[in-house]
């Protein structure tokens, strides 16, 4: 069944809880959705429940799902993200905090999507997309979210470290594992640090890199 917290907005035609989008599922199977607080389901907005049993798509706090969004079975999304027309989430795929997920992005099954990313419209992701960066067409890196890092409140010093962490383990020509040594050999703060993380330890489908 669907769980509900508290101030969720459902809009016209909008179905949550329908059964996932696999020909291999068993509609007996009995699994649900577990949403927070504070979220906005615009019109035909559609999130699919778990195809594991006992399991639930998760859906935070403060998201905006706008007008024909899709959320497919198991995914998880944190909170204060924002999803334009259209955007088509697959399977098993986790979403971060305060993302903006432009209209008709088409994000893969089983993929990742860092806090603060952000993605173009109409562009297609089958790879992670690292925090704080912002991704077009098909699994390109356009580089940092610098205008959204300010936005946020990140001081001028954490964007640099950011900024720093970025050049060195996505827009080096150093091999992966070289670039991870060299990131070793300093000390982070934990807003870096969580992007040099992403790098080390992606999905099974991998990260996107310059």
Not at 50 to 76: C, E, K, Y
């Amino acid at each position: 069944g669907v769980v509900m917290g508290d101030h969720n907005i459902v809009d016209h035609g909008a179905v949550i809880g329908g059964d996932p989008q696999d020909l291999t599922f068993d509609p007996s199977t009995k699994s649900g959705v577990l949403i927070g607080n504070g979220n906005t389901f615009r019109e035909y907005v559609t999130v699919n429940r778990s195809s594991q049993p006992d399991g639930n798509t998760i859906v935070g706090d403060r998201n905006f799902l706008m007008a024909v969004s899709h959320l497919g079975h198991d995914v998880v999304v944190g909170n204060d993200n924002i999803l334009a027309n259209n955007v088509m989430v697959a399977g098993h795929v986790h979403i971060g905090n305060k993302i903006f997920l432009g209209g008709g992005t088409a994000i893969h099954q089983f993929i990742r999507i860092g806090d603060f990313a952000m993605t173009q419209g109409n562009s297609g992701m089958t790879r992670d997309i690292p925090p704080y960066c912002i991704v077009h067409k098909i699994n390109q890196l356009s580089g940092l979210n610098t205008i959204g890092l300010k936005r946020a409140g990140f001081s001028p010093d954490e964007r640099k470290e950011i900024k720093l962490a970025f050049s060195i383990v996505l827009n080096s020509k150093s091999t992966r594992s070289e670039a991870l040594e060299e990131a070793d050999t300093r000390a982070w703060i934990p807003a870096a640090a969580k992007l040099i993380e992403a790098v080390r330890s992606p999905s099974p489908k991998g990260i996107l890199t310059r």
